[in-house]
Structures are given as structure tokens and as C-alpha cells.
């Protein structure tokens, strides 16, 4: 009797074991040797410019109290967390920017939601101090143009410590930051103030970029690095649909051809060809639609959106890895110095039938292993 209590002890011990290393091999150490597989591209450094380490992702969507599961909220916020800190470890970026849509409901969430929803994002997205992250703002942060408010929009510049327009420049490389959901072009006072503000970045840099600080309306503007900045912004540029689009992730075919609507899901014509006209960006960096599109603009300005980071919008999160310097041209750092990963989908994912499949195979050759050692201890089952 004795010999059997302990065989069976032995076998659940066992199991337990197996389930264990199971789940800790899918929900832990799975994102190392994933995120193993993307590396910086290779550049050569043909003058002294160091090139900038910089990771962007986008839509994070973090849930909010009113439309937010609690379990799919676990589950998704375990998986950002693990995914970002893995990628961080690995690939050690000097800059992460994540291009708005932080949260799912900053658009209407209370000031103790609000709070929770910041407290949650501070601990997902921690960093060493020797990474900077810059966050931009996104529709669902303080909600679509026409719910956009004051005080929505300066809850988020405090805590993400961000203004509406702005030029950051890191290592000679300028980028500039957009606050696109105030692109509307209705001159209501939020839109007035960041076109305004956007103005005189576009003077100052033709004058830092021409170097004629002695003209007259070059007096007193801010000084930027000599070049033409990357353009980082929540909605993409205009175009009609993403039937043009190229790239790895682009929409699925059904998608594809829906029109898209100015101002909701991409900024309107006239925005985007003031954009193009005051800045002349070397690359514009953008989300919202949650897929991936590759596409140039006028013959002379690459845009990428980035797909969603967040396995509840899609299966296969993406990230993009650059090693921007000062001197490229558009289409060299389109071409070489950007690189776009994919977390796969069958390896990361919980949708995926592959991943289920997956699961059940290591569980169950770990079980028949168990099973098989366990039964080693019964002379009688084993003839
Ligand atoms: C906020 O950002 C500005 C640059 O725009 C920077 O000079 C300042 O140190 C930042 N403040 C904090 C608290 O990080
Ligand atoms: C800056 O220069 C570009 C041409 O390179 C021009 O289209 C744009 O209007 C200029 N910006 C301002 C504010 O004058
Ligand atoms: C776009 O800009 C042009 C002039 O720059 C203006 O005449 C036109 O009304 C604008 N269209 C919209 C929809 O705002
Ligand atoms: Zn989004
Ligand atoms: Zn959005």
C-alpha cells in the first residue's frame, strides 16, 4: 500500500512539475529566443556619425476599467510586459518610442482609472535610466478630435512629459513629434496653437538646415542638427486605403480596399501636405490602423505604420528597430536603417491553433516522460 501512496505522490509531483516548466517555458522563457531572432540591421558607419539605437512600437491599447476583462487584461499586459522587457534586455535601444494609443480608454476614463491606467503602464514599460522613452499621443489617449479636451490632453503632456509639437533631437538626428489628433484644420484653439507651434519648427529648422542665422526672421529661433527630421506621428499620413501598401503585415485582403475617412483613420490631404511641404521628412513613423503598410508619398517620403503591440488587437505584435544617424537619405534609411520584426505567430500566440497544438505536444511528451519514469517504480506494469 505504502509503495503505491508513494509512486502516485511521485507522479503527481511529477505532473505538477511538468505543468509548471510547461508554463513558465510558454509564458517566460518563449520570448527569449523569439525576440532572439531580430537584430539591429547592419550599417556601415562610413563617416563618424554614430548611429542612434531606437525602438518604435505602437498601440499598446492597455484596457480600461468600462470595456476591459479583467483576465483579458491580465493576459495582455502579461504578454506586453514580458515581450517589451525581453527586447529590452536583448536588444538594449537607447530610445523607445511608442506612437500613441497607450491606453484604450484615456478618452473618457475617471482620475482613478486614469491613475491605475498610468500606474499599470509605468510598470509594463519600466526602463533602465540609460533608456529614454518618448511617448506620443493617440486618439484613444484623449480621445477623438471632437472629444479631445484640455484638460484630457494636458493629464497626458504632464505625465508623459510631452507637448503637442515638438523637435527632439538625439545623437544629430531630429524627430519630430505630432500631436495628430490636433491636425483637424478647424482652427478650434488646441489645433490653432500646435499648427502655430508647428510653423515656427518648420522655420527653424530651414534656417538651422541653411544655416542663415543672419536673415532676419532666423533671429532668435531655436537651433536643431543640420538635417531633415523623422516624422513620428499617431494617425498615417493621407492615402485612400491600404490597398498601396506594401511590406510584411500589411492589412488582410478584405480589409485592404475600405476606404479610409480624413481625420479617423488617417490625417486629412491638406494636413498631410503641409506636413510634406514645412518638412521634408526623411521617413514618417505612424500606427492606428493596427497593420502594417509600407508606402511612398509624392515619389520622395516613405511612411511606415507600425502594427498594434498588443496581442489582443492582432497575433503577431510588431516592433521596428533603426539605427538612424545624422546623414541618410530617405530612401537609404528606409532601406537599410530600419528593420521591422514580427513576434511569429505561431510561437507567441494564444489564438493560433498551432500554439494550443504546441502546448499539448510539450505536455504531453513532458507527461510521457513522466509518466514512463514513474512508472519504473511498478515491476508488474512494466511487462
Ligand atoms: C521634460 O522634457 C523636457 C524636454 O522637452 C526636458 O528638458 C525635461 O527635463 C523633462 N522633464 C522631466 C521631468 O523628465
Ligand atoms: C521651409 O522650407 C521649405 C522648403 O525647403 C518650405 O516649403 C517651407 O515653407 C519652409 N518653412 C517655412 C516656415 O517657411
Ligand atoms: C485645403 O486647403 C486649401 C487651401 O490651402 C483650401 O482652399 C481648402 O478649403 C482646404 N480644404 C479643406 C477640406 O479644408
Ligand atoms: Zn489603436
Ligand atoms: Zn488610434
Known amino acids: 500500500m505504502i509503495s503505491i501512496y508513494g509512486s502516485s505522490g511521485r507522479l503527481a509531483a511529477l505532473l505538477i512539475f511538468t505543468f509548471v516548466s510547461v508554463f513558465v517555458l510558454c509564458e517566460y522563457v518563449i520570448y527569449y529566443p523569439v525576440i532572439l531572432r531580430c537584430s539591429w540591421p547592419h550599417i556601415e558607419t562610413v563617416n563618424s556619425h554614430l548611429p542612434l539605437r531606437a525602438l518604435f512600437l505602437s498601440d499598446t491599447h492597455l484596457l480600461g476599467a468600462i470595456k476591459g476583462h479583467w483576465l483579458d487584461k491580465l493576459r495582455r499586459e502579461w504578454q506586453m510586459e514580458r515581450a517589451f522587457q525581453t527586447s529590452l534586455w536583448l536588444l538594449n535601444p537607447e530610445i523607445v518610442f511608442i506612437l500613441g494609443d497607450v491606453f484604450d480608454e484615456g478618452k473618457w476614463s475617471s482620475s ?194 507600425i502594427p498594434s503591440f498588443s496581442w489582443r488587437n492582432r497575433n503577431n505584435p510588431s516592433f521596428i528597430l533603426g539605427l538612424p544617424t545624422a546623414m541618410e537619405t530617405a530612401e537609404l534609411l528606409f532601406n537599410h536603417v530600419v528593420r521591422y520584426f514580427s513576434i511569429p505567430e505561431d510561437i507567441v500566440s494564444d489564438r493560433g491553433p498551432q500554439f494550443i497544438s504546441r502546448v499539448w505536444k510539450a505536455f504531453h511528451s513532458l507527461l510521457g516522460v513522466a509518466i514512463s519514469l514513474s512508472s519504473g517504480y511498478h515491476p508488474q506494469s512494466n511487462g
Request: charge should be negative; proline fraction near 4%.
Open 112 to 305: 482613478q482609472d486614469w491613475e491605475d491606467d498610468v500606474r499599470r503602464f509605468k510598470r509594463i514599460f519600466r526602463h533602465p535610466s540609460d533608456t529614454e522613452l518618448v511617448v506620443l499621443i493617440g486618439n484613444h489617449d484623449i480621445g477623438f478630435h471632437h472629444e479631445m479636451t484640455k484638460q484630457k490632453l494636458e493629464r497626458f503632456e504632464q505625465v508623459f512629459n510631452v507637448t503637442s509639437a515638438r523637435i527632439l533631437t538625439i545623437k544629430g538626428v531630429n524627430f519630430l513629434l505630432v500631436n495628430s489628433v490636433a491636425l483637424h484644420g478647424d482652427h478650434c484653439p488646441i489645433c490653432q496653437r500646435v499648427e502655430k507651434e508647428l510653423h515656427k519648427l518648420s522655420l527653424a529648422l530651414n534656417c538651422s538646415i541653411q544655416g542663415e542665422h543672419h536673415y532676419d526672421q532666423c533671429k532668435n529661433t531655436e537651433s536643431f542638427a543640420p538635417a531633415a527630421p523623422v516624422l513620428l506621428q499617431h494617425y498615417p499620413l493621407y492615402r485612400v486605403s491600404d490597398a498601396m501598401c506594401t511590406g510584411v503585415d500589411a492589412a488582410p485582403l478584405d480589409e485592404r480596399y475600405q476606404l479610409f475617412r480624413e481625420r479617423y483613420d488617417v490625417i486629412s490631404k491638406n494636413a498631410s501636405k503641409k506636413l510634406l511641404w514645412w518638412f521634408k521628412p526623411r521617413l514618417i513613423l505612424s500606427g492606428h490602423t493596427h497593420h502594417g503598410c509600407e508606402i511612398l508619398h509624392e515619389n520622395l517620403y516613405p511612411e511606415i505604420s
